[in-house]
Antibody, heavy 119, light 105 residues
Framework: QVHLEQSGGEVKKPGASVKVSCKASGYTFTTYGITWVRQAPTQGLEWMAWISPYNGHTNLAQKFQGRLTVTTDTSTTTAHLDLRNLTSDDTAVYYC????????????WGQGTLVTVSS | DIQMTQSPSTLSASVGDRVTITCRASQSVTNWLAWYQQKPGKAPKLLIY???SLESGVPSRFSGSGSGTEFTLTISSLQPDDFATYYC?????????FGQGTKVE
């Protein structure tokens, strides 16, 4: 069965970078894109990025342009999110997710990774 | 960017009530819209995709309707397990966006 296992929580200082990993299993990794979504404490869901493990093509939310990189490693079936120059506003749970089929609806979700930015 | 406006932000209801949540898009998203349920500390769970298709295993009391710019999630008879926050999500074009959420309490 499809499973997305994310890396553990992180505590970072303002100005630092964080890397969150998402290991996929139970399906052919290159067939479906990986989406990243975050959720600040008590807030709603925020779409961040999408990447195709097949060809590396990405779509990023404009607000993160310049400090967000998303990549995939097909040899380990793992997706990575790298967010730089962190501020307290980046404190959130970060989720990776995969579509259920041809569309963009997100059927499979990782368990979430809490990133805390604090001095 | 296409914005999604979800209403109400909070909804007070009782077991057995019929519940309706609305999501409006600033321009047409055709039928590329999903609904999710989220409980505290958990990842969202897909309920409805392509505006009206019920995800496998989701109870039939959940239904979705609409197309273009106006969409509705209906719970025909609210059950104790349904008290949660619900989000719409459009995926017709990038950047994808979510509604602000509706907490059913």
């Amino acid at each position: 069965q499809v499973h997305l296992e994310q890396s553990g929580g992180e505590v970072k200082k303002p100005g630092a970078s964080v890397k969150v990993s998402c290991k996929a299993s139970g399906y052919t990794f290159t067939t479906y894109g990986i989406t990243w979504v975050r959720q600040a404490p008590t807030q709603g869901l925020e779409w961040m990025a999408w990447i195709s493990p097949y060809n590396g093509h990405t779509n990023l939310a404009q607000k993160f342009q310049g400090r967000l990189t998303v990549t995939t490693d097909t040899s380990t079936t793992t997706a990575h999110l790298d967010l730089r120059n962190l501020t307290s506003d980046d404190t959130a749970v970060y989720y990776c997710a995969r579509a259920g089929g041809y569309g963009g609806y997100l059927l499979y979700w990782g368990q979430g990774t809490l990133v805390t930015v604090s001095s | 960017d296409i914005q999604m406006t979800q209403s109400p932000s909070t909804l007070s209801a009782s077991v057995g009530d019929r519940v309706t949540i609305t999501c409006r898009a600033s321009q047409s998203v055709t039928n590329w819209l999903a609904w999710y349920q989220q409980k505290p500390g958990k990842a969202p769970k897909l309920l409805i995709y392509d505006a009206s298709s019920l995800e496998s295993g989701v109870p039939s009391r959940f239904s979705g309707s609409g197309s273009g710019t106006e969409f509705t999630l209906t719970i025909s008879s609210l059950q104790p397990d349904d008290f949660a926050t619900y989000y719409c999500h459009r995926y017709n074009s990038y950047p994808w966006t979510f509604g602000q959420g509706t907490k059913v309490e």
